[in-house]
């Protein structure tokens, strides 16, 4: 790992970091809040790939374990990784890798088309697939209903796709990181 490798993988924390200042939004349906956080994530991994993506994340977390307030609504301790959030959280590893190795396989053919199909499959099935079962399991919420309170989530995660999509591509163009990658 380079020193370049080190300050993207710095930068892109600081990014997601960044995104929780905006205002957390909270349905009574679902104890999870809808951030910001998702569309650092969906950048770090296509933007850096999967390996520097997922290492973003994984600081970020252990920055958060630590007790620093980086995360949406300004929380932040080891707590956060007990509560109905906590499957989106480690979520956000995976899927920022999966982004990630999306994008690595589909580099040269990289569109906004693309792009936003692969910030979708890993930015939202990829993490509803984690998050919806942690609801389940931490929060007692029946799977169905957890499901089915998700759905409202989805039309801002499309929203935070197309975003994160037009960055990816505009990347790719001016200053391919994943073309530069080890």
Excluded: H
Excluded at 2 to 22: E, G, K, M, S, Y
Aim: net charge positive; hydrophobic share 60%; aromatic share 10%.
């Amino acid at each position: 790992m380079t020193t370049r490798d080190i300050v993207l993988i710095a930068l892109f924390t600081a990014l997601t970091a960044v995104l929780a200042v905006v205002p957390p939004i909270t349905f009574p349906v679902l104890p999870v809040p809808i951030t910001a956080q998702s569309l650092g994530v969906m950048l770090a991994g296509g933007i850096l790939g999967a390996k520097r993506g997922a290492l973003s994340l994984i600081l970020l977390l252990v920055l958060v374990a630590i007790g620093l307030p980086l995360l949406a609504g300004g929380r932040g301790g080891f707590s956060v990784f007990f509560g109905a959030t906590a499957g989106f959280l480690f979520g956000w590893v995976i899927a920022a890798f999966a982004i990630g190795w999306m994008t690595e396989k589909f580099w040269n053919g990289l569109s906004f088309v693309s792009a936003t199909l692969i910030c979708v499959a890993g930015g939202i099935v990829v993490m509803y697939a984690i998050g919806i079962p942690w609801i389940t399991f931490s929060a007692g919420v029946p799977i169905g209903k957890a499901f089915i309170g998700s759905v409202t989530y989805i039309p801002g995660d499309i929203v935070k796709a197309l975003i994160a999509a037009g960055v990816m591509v505009t990347v790719k163009r001016t200053y391919p990181i994943i073309g530069q990658a080890a």
